[in-house]
């Protein structure tokens, strides 16, 4: 519909690609995810990231959701970690009309939550380990990380509520369920630390740079510190 504007974009999109050609997923070791939050600690002094979605068992599903009120589908992505390193994303025009940001988010929500568990039974495969019957079975800590503090609250506290939001209780009902059986823990973090906005929204530069970072995706070079440097060249 707007030829100009198509070729700005997709001139935008060839800058960026030959900007970023020698960057890369970066999936280290125990020791060397260490040193890589070291580097980050410096980098981005005060930022805290999500501590659990380090730990070596630990699956986390980043959500998030960009509300469009004109009426058209609203655009939802989730970002999934394994020991702190994505695995597996996703962003796509949601299925359903929302009328509320909490309402994108809880799309978002459920979306990333059946991701996790496919996420989950691929990790479950690749191991070997045992079958799951029970939440005692489970070896793996699945945690829902979500900007978004109502959504956490309809999810965590998933009570009566007035006639404005009861369908969005129906919606986070199979995650409700999932966490008071304990296969899942649902956690309200700082949109500053929120991975999935790497997908839904159009960022700054610093913004766009600290959320590259914090998703391990990176140029060799970023992963020595200045000494290590010094002493190479």
């Not at 009426?71 to 999934?80: K, L, N, R």
């Not at 702190?84 to 799309?107: D, N, R």
């Not at 959320?211 to 970023?222: I, T």
């Amino acid at each position: 519909k707007d030829p100009e504007l198509a070729v700005k974009i997709g001139k935008s999109i060839v800058r960026y690609m030959k900007a970023t050609e020698l960057y890369g997923l970066y999936y280290p070791s125990i020791q060397g995810m260490k040193k890589y939050r070291e580097i980050m600690s410096r980098l981005y002094p005060g930022v805290t990231p999500l501590p659990s979605s380090y730990d070596s068992n630990s699956l986390t599903r980043y959500t998030d959701a960009s509300f469009v009120q004109s009426g058209e589908f609203s655009m939802g992505a989730f970002t999934i970690t394994y020991a702190g390193c994505p695995v597996s994303w996703k962003c796509a025009k949601q299925t359903i009309v929302s009328a509320s940001t909490c309402e994108s988010e809880m799309q978002a929500g459920a979306e990333g939550y059946n991701g996790m568990l496919n996420v989950y039974s691929l990790i479950q495969e690749l191991y070997g380990t045992h079958d799951v019957t029970s939440v005692e079975d489970m070896q793996y800590k699945m945690t829902l990380a979500i900007d978004n503090l109502p959504a956490v609250q309809l999810i965590s506290h998933n009570t009566g509520t007035g006639f404005r939001t009861r369908h969005l209780r129906i919606k986070a009902s199979i995650i409700a369920q999932a966490r008071k059986r304990g296969i899942i823990d649902v956690v309200h973090i700082p949109g500053e630390i929120e991975l999935a906005d790497l997908l839904t929204k159009v960022l700054q530069p610093n913004r766009l740079a600290f959320l590259r970072d914090l998703s391990l995706l990176v140029q060799e070079s970023d992963l020595y510190t200045d000494e290590e440097k010094e002493a190479t060249s």
